[in-house]
């Protein structure tokens, strides 16, 4: 699964206080996204549970991919989560570039 032979870049990030993990999905080749296996390989690790697939973070279209076993609060909790995340690492990084 090297990037620049299946097309696509996986990155992870930990939350704080969350129990699992966040896999972007980055397109390394322009549709490749979108292709069956792709598809395939990100239905199944949401399924375990231990993820929550983004695809495409950097475009409008992204699609993020929770756990059937999540709740929908639980799913928009931890949107919420990941907006904090990242409005405190903002809020660091303007600290110390001032």
């Known amino acids: 699964m090297r ?4 097309g696509i870049v996986i990155d992870t990030l930990d939350i704080p206080g969350e129990q699992v993990i966040l896999l972007y999905f980055w397109e390394y080749t322009e549709g490749r996204y979108a ?14 549970g231990k993820f929550i697939v983004v ?5 409008k279209e992204q699609e993020f991919h ?7 609060e639980d ?7 990941i907006t904090t995340y990242f409005e405190s690492r903002e ?8």
């Open 3 to 6: 990037p620049d032979r299946w």
């Open 35 to 48: 292709d069956h296996d792709v598809q395939q390989i990100i239905k199944g690790l949401a399924e375990t």
């Open 55 to 59: 695809g495409r973070p950097m475009n």
């Open 66 to 72: 929770f756990p059937s076993t999540m709740t929908e």
């Open 75 to 81: 799913s928009i909790r931890f949107a919420e989560s």
């Open 91 to 98: 809020t660091e990084a303007k600290a110390v570039g001032a």
